[in-house]
């Protein structure tokens, strides 16, 4: 590929940048000063701009700790959106979020620019498990185990058998769910009589959220490790 598409995909530098860079002799290709931005370069070359080298990346995978607040969207008119907390050195690669979480649910949200991952990771068939933390306004029983066990018939589409674990606290609980569905785990548990006051996504498959993650924070995760950990998981 080009040179100054292989640094545009990889950093914030935009192809006018690059040029400039190039004119500058501060890019180099194996060592050697760069003289044209349409050079041909691959994968295997190294390349470096100001001395520093870049590794070609054109998909990035990054894990949020959704805050409320902000909306699952990359713009919107009203409200604040999840792609205003990604890094500055993120921002070229315009990513996207993988699935939904409502403006008031926190946790744990992918993003990227991978549009055949998103389709993959959000495709029924994948059967990939979400796991959420769950206060509601009353406590909960065995009943609402074996009905959310049952799994539910909605007019929009049939919730899979669902997974509720109530906690010592009975208005707490965990519940994983197959599919992903607009305000699933609500209406799951209004279907039991009950009202979500908090929720919290803390699992995609077997990737947790980590404990150690600030609300807002973002952390890039390496495609091979982001796949295994979903997949690793799951019925
Ligand atoms: N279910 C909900 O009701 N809300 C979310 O944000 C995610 C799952």
Redesign the pocket.
């Known amino acids: 590929m080009r040179l100054d598409k292989f640094i545009s995909e990889s950093t914030a530098y935009s192809r006018k940048d690059i040029k400039a860079l190039i004119k500058q002799k501060a890019v180099s290709v194996n060592g050697i000063i760069a003289a044209k931005p349409d050079e041909k370069v691959g994968a295997d070359d190294k390349i470096s701009v100001n001395g520093q080298e870049i590794s070609y990346k054109k998909f990035v995978y990054l894990i949020m700790n959704k805050p409320q607040g902000y909306i699952?969207a990359t713009e919107d008119k009203h409200y604040k959106v999840v792609t205003d907390l990604v890094p500055e050195e993120y921002r070229h690669y315009n990513v996207f979020p993988v699935g939904?979480?409502?403006?008031?649910?926190e946790g744990l949200l992918i993003l990227t620019n991978d549009g055949a991952f998103d389709h993959a990771v959000t495709s029924p068939k994948k059967n990939i498990y979400?796991k959420?933390f769950a206060r509601l306004d009353r406590e909960c029983d065995e009943k609402d185990v074996n009905a959310f066990m049952a799994g539910m018939e909605f007019k929009d589409f049939t919730a899979k058998p669902a997974r509720l674990t109530i906690c010592d606290d009975r208005k707490e609980a965990y519940v994983e769910?197959a599919e992903?569905?607009?305000?699933?785990?609500?209406?799951?548990?209004e279907r039991v009589g009950k009202t979500?006051v908090y929720?919290k996504?803390v699992a995609i498959g077997g990737l947790e959220l980590d404990g150690g993650m600030q609300l807002g924070e973002v952390k890039e995760i390496d495609h091979s490790i982001l796949t295994a950990k979903l997949y690793g998981k799951g019925d």
Request: proline share 0%; hydrophobic share 40%.
């Open positions: 699952s939904r979480l409502d403006i008031d649910t979400k959420y769910i992903g569905k607009f305000h699933q785990v609500k209406r799951m548990f979500v929720l996504r």
